[in-house]
Each structure stands twice: as structure tokens, then as C-alpha cells.
Nanobody
Framework: QVQLVESGGGLVQAGGSLRLSCAAS????????MGWFRQAPGKEREFVAA???????HYADSVKGRFTISRDNTKNTVYLQMNSLKPEDTAVYYC????????????????WGQGTQVTVSS
């Protein structure tokens, strides 16, 4: 079992920045692919970014160049640095984990966090 707890969400003006954190506990964190998804009101959950256990990142086109995913295996934590935020980035952001990167990117991962709200005002 892996437990995921997100933090760092909040209210920010358009053009601003936020950094989300996801702390993992349970099974060996470093062997898991990690990712971030988001879900806006009335919309389906969508992939944002993922990172392999070795640190290779993958991004949705909508966030490339603005968001950066990283991880610190010594702290069992994955981060999402979000810059140049737009109102359309407003959503609940969820942390995801799975032993398989493809499962994370597809949203078929085994583990989810509870979510953290990000609100970007115009």
C-alpha cells in the first residue's frame, strides 16, 4: 500500500506560481512512477504530468513550459512547480502513483491522494 498526501494548493492570481507537494508513505517510494492529475468542476479528471522513478518527466501539452514535475526520493515526495498560472488551471489537483508509468499517464494507477484545490483568479 502507498498513501499519498498532497499540499500546497491555494488561491493565486493569473501569472502567479504555486508549488504542490505530494508526500508518500508505505511501500518503497523510489520504485514508483508518480504523477499529477487535475479535475475542474464539470470536467473529467485529466493528466497533467508524470515522472519515472529515475526522474524522467512527462507532461500534458497544456502545461508544457509552465509546469515542472520533480521528485526527491530521499524525502518520498514529488513536486509540481506551476508557473504562469492561468484561470483555466483552476482545479482540484491529485497525486497519483503506480509501479507502471503507463498506468499513471493513463490514469489507471493504483493509488491516489485526496486532492488539493488550486484556484487561479483573473
Amino acid at each position: 500500500q502507498v498513501q499519498l498526501v498532497e499540499s500546497g494548493g491555494g488561491l493565486v492570481q493569473a501569472g502567479g506560481s504555486l508549488r504542490l507537494s505530494c508526500a508518500a508513505s508505505g511501500r518503497t517510494f523510489s520504485f514508483y512512477a508518480m504523477g499529477w492529475f487535475r479535475q475542474a468542476p464539470g470536467k473529467e479528471r485529466e493528466f497533467v504530468a508524470a515522472i519515472t522513478w529515475g526522474g524522467s518527466p512527462h507532461y500534458a501539452d497544456s502545461v508544457k513550459g509552465r509546469f515542472t514535475i520533480s521528485r526527491d526520493n530521499t524525502k518520498n515526495t514529488v513536486y509540481l512547480q506551476m508557473n504562469s498560472l492561468k484561470p483555466e488551471d483552476t482545479a482540484v489537483y491529485y497525486c497519483a502513483a503506480d509501479a507502471n508509468l503507463g498506468a499513471v499517464i493513463a490514469g489507471r494507477n493504483d493509488y491516489w491522494g485526496q486532492g488539493t484545490q488550486v484556484t487561479v483568479s483573473s
